[in-house]
């Protein structure tokens, strides 16, 4: 059973400590030849080696993990090292042709340099700490010297997860205010990848998102630095005139107890099922703004709402963040429905901790969520396969990644995501729309189906389903009775991911579903 457990710190240490004695070693054992040792070359190898950019594919696994491509790769004679960059940083020990090796970074994503050659499989294993005992695991690697180019000093090592958005933090972090100042801290991710948080002088907070955004938040009563990058936008510290339309954080929101700090929403009170937040809607406490597409600017105006929270479905309508901005609101865009880990998508409770001047609140609750996650994820699994989507207007089935959080969350659950990278990776977001026939012809015989109520009220029965498209009677779940909906709130409730997880494994395995909230079994 897959766990969430981020990397052992003291596996960490014992793999820098025998990296660091190696290095030693190498060192002590050079020195009675220093005087003939080839010098290095401009790219940081031995005279004679030289460095190239080549494409690798990676297969075997569950399909979920990838590696960067383009990789670096060092010819020296006739030997061929390459640098394997993992998209996930779980994986602590490599092995090829029955040699061990240990990562060559210390944060941030797996990376390893290993032998291998071009133009043939390559058997290789992988051992991941992302479960709850370090679990090894066979994968293929492939080197196409046919796209091999000679790199350059000015080309960048390595390239981005085949099939992925790039979503790692040097992708988008940067920490230069522009006036000189140098950060003093970073705030401590886990699992989150959207977003970065540096730390300055003063209480001022540098938030960096995955789209691009920056923002400055700096206390009440604190000076703007002078100087200030035209890119960064100022956010005061506690935000408290917020007009919040990313519903999906409405509960982080809550469980910080900031629901004074939000004015205006993007959601009504009747589509709010976050019980404090509803509250504040249906009291009047806060107001109404309007839709993400369709906001009331005028109420928004005359509200004095500073900061406009968003999620990515702004991008569908750049004209109205454009005018939100023109008001004087900052807006920012949240991320966390693009995190790869369903504690990722948590873990931005740590940025409205930021925001709300509740850092320390935040952290908590993080950490609350993560050992309740940790205890559900390791209940043993069902051996079950599972689909997820929800069918739209043109008869299409909309899935989600299998990267995805909720790819994860299935697998948490006991469960193994019908579909894999190749088979969801026709467009770069995290909802994948494949016309049923494909779909059909990929997940058909998965075992268990769970039908996307969040997006789809519409399916009450079984019946209701199948008439949604013809082949769905064809499912091997559907002949079996082994149809799932969710509840249409389900996308709202990031702080019960352990509840949620939990009713998953009770329907893979047969649990009474008679007090589930999240689940209902179609009949």
Same mark, same amino acid.
């Given at each position: 059973?897959?766990?969430?457990?981020?990397?052992?710190?003291?596996?960490?240490?014992?793999?820098?400590?025998?990296?660091?004695?190696?290095?030693?070693?190498?060192?002590?054992?050079?020195?009675?030849?220093?005087?003939?040792?080839?010098?290095?070359?401009?790219?940081?190898?031995?005279?004679?080696?030289?460095?190239?950019?080549?494409?690798?594919?990676?297969?075997? =696994?569950?399909?979920?993990?990838?590696?960067? &491509?383009?990789?670096? *790769?060092?010819?020296?004679?006739?030997?061929?090292?390459?640098?394997?960059? #993992?998209?996930?940083?779980?994986?602590?020990?490599?092995? $090829?042709?029955?040699?061990?090796?240990?990562?060559?970074?210390?944060?941030?994503?797996?990376?390893?340099?290993?032998?291998?050659?071009?133009?043939?499989?390559?058997?290789?294993?992988?051992?991941?700490?992302?479960?709850? /005992?370090?679990?090894?695991?066979?994968?293929?690697?492939?080197?196409? &010297?046919?796209?091999?180019?000679?790199?350059?000093?000015?080309?960048?090592?390595? =390239?981005?997860? $085949?099939?992925?958005?790039?979503?790692?933090?040097?992708?988008?972090?940067?920490?230069?205010?522009?006036?000189? #100042?140098?950060?003093?801290?970073?705030?401590?991710?886990?699992?989150?990848?959207?977003?970065?948080?540096?730390?300055?002088?003063?209480?001022?907070?540098?938030?960096?998102?995955?789209?691009?955004?920056?923002?400055?938040?700096?206390?009440?009563?604190?000076?703007?630095?002078?100087?200030?990058? &035209?890119?960064?936008?100022?956010?005061?510290?506690?935000?408290?005139?917020?007009?919040?339309?990313?519903?999906?954080?409405?509960?982080?929101?809550? $469980?910080?107890?900031?629901?004074?700090?939000?004015?205006?929403?993007? +959601?009504?009170?009747?589509?709010?099922?976050?019980?404090?937040?509803?509250?504040?809607?249906?009291?009047?406490?806060?107001? %109404?703004?309007?839709?993400?597409?369709?906001?009331?600017?005028?109420?928004?105006?005359?509200?004095?709402?500073?900061?406009?929270?968003?999620?990515?479905?702004?991008?569908?309508?750049?004209?109205?963040?454009?005018?939100?901005?023109?008001?004087?609101?900052?807006?920012? /865009?949240?991320?966390?429905?693009?995190?790869?880990?369903?504690?990722?998508?948590?873990? #931005?409770?740590?940025?409205?901790?930021?925001?709300?001047?509740?850092?320390?609140?935040?952290?908590?609750?993080?950490?609350?969520?993560?050992?309740?996650?940790?205890?559900?994820?390791?209940?043993?699994?069902?051996?079950?396969?599972?689909?997820?989507?929800? *069918?739209?207007?043109?008869?299409?089935?909309?899935?989600?990644? $299998?990267?995805?959080?909720?790819?994860?969350?299935?697998?948490?659950?006991?469960?193994?995501?019908?579909?894999?990278?190749?088979?969801?990776?026709?467009?770069?977001?995290?909802?994948?729309?494949? @016309?049923? @026939?494909?779909?059909?012809? +990929?997940?058909?015989?998965?075992?268990?189906?769970? %039908?996307?109520?969040?997006?789809?009220?519409?399916?009450?029965?079984?019946?209701?389903?199948?008439?949604?498209?013809?082949?769905?009677?064809?499912?091997?779940?559907?002949?079996?009775?082994?149809? #799932?909906?969710?509840?249409?709130?389900? %996308?709202?409730?990031?702080?019960?991911?352990?509840?949620?997880?939990?009713?998953?494994? =009770?329907?893979?395995?047969?649990?009474?579903?008679?007090?589930?909230?999240?689940?209902?079994?179609?009949?």
């Amino acid at each position: 059973m897959r766990s969430i457990l981020p990397k052992g710190e003291s596996r960490k240490r014992r793999s820098i400590a025998a990296r660091a004695i190696a290095c030693v070693l190498v060192a002590l054992l050079a020195l009675p030849f220093a005087g003939c040792s080839a010098s290095p070359n401009a790219t940081g190898g031995t005279a004679g080696s030289q460095e190239y950019t080549v494409s690798v594919s990676l297969s075997g =696994g569950s399909g979920r993990a990838s590696i960067a &491509s383009p990789t670096t *790769i060092v010819k020296d004679g006739d030997t061929y090292t390459a640098t394997i960059t #993992w998209s996930s940083s779980n994986y602590d020990k490599m092995t $090829a042709d029955g040699v061990d090796y240990a990562p060559v970074n210390d944060g941030g994503n797996s990376t390893f340099e290993i032998p291998v050659t071009l133009d043939e499989d390559i058997a290789v294993s992988a051992e991941t700490v992302a479960m709850s /005992t370090p679990h090894t695991i066979d994968y293929t690697l492939y080197f196409d &010297s046919s796209t091999m180019k000679e790199k350059s000093g000015d080309d960048a090592s390595g =390239g981005s997860p $085949a099939g992925t958005a790039p979503s790692a933090a040097a992708d988008f972090h940067n920490a230069d205010l522009g006036c000189g #100042w140098e950060p003093t801290g970073a705030l401590q991710l886990e699992y989150a990848e959207h977003f970065t948080v540096d730390e300055f002088e003063g209480g001022l907070r540098l938030i960096c998102v995955s789209n691009g955004e920056r923002f400055l938040v700096v206390p009440q009563d604190a000076k703007v630095p002078d100087g200030l990058s &035209s890119d960064i936008a100022v956010i005061r510290r506690p935000a408290d005139k917020v007009y919040l339309v990313s519903s999906a954080t409405m509960c982080l929101v809550d $469980a910080l107890d900031a629901n004074d700090n939000i004015l205006m929403s993007g +959601t009504k009170a009747d589509d709010c099922s976050v019980a404090g937040f509803k509250s504040a809607l249906e009291s009047g406490a806060i107001a %109404y703004g309007g839709k993400y597409s369709a906001p009331d600017y005028e109420r928004i105006s005359a509200s004095g709402c500073t900061l406009a929270i968003e999620n990515a479905m702004i991008n569908h309508t750049p004209d109205v963040k454009e005018k939100l901005q023109k008001l004087g609101l900052v807006v920012l /865009t949240e991320q966390s429905s693009s995190e790869p880990e369903a504690l990722g998508r948590v873990e #931005w409770i740590k940025l409205f901790g930021v925001l709300f001047d509740k850092e320390d609140e935040a952290a908590h609750l993080f950490n609350e969520q993560k050992a309740r996650v940790e205890q559900t994820s390791g209940l043993a699994s069902s051996g079950k396969t599972v689909a997820y989507f929800y *069918i739209n207007s043109n008869g299409a089935a909309v899935t989600r990644r $299998a990267g995805d959080y909720v790819a994860q969350m299935i697998e948490l659950a006991g469960g193994s995501y019908a579909l894999d990278d190749a088979q969801t990776a026709s467009t770069s977001g995290s909802s994948v729309t494949l @016309e049923m @026939e494909r779909f059909y012809a +990929t997940a058909k015989d998965a075992d268990i189906i769970v %039908y996307n109520g969040t997006i789809d009220e519409s399916v009450a029965t079984l019946n209701d389903f199948v008439g949604k498209n013809a082949l769905l009677s064809q499912f091997k779940a559907v002949k079996n009775g082994n149809v #799932w909906v969710t509840s249409a709130d389900m %996308y709202q409730q990031m702080t019960s991911t352990a509840d949620i997880i939990d009713e998953l494994h =009770g329907a893979f395995t047969g649990d009474d579903a008679s007090d589930f909230h999240y689940l209902r079994k179609l009949g």
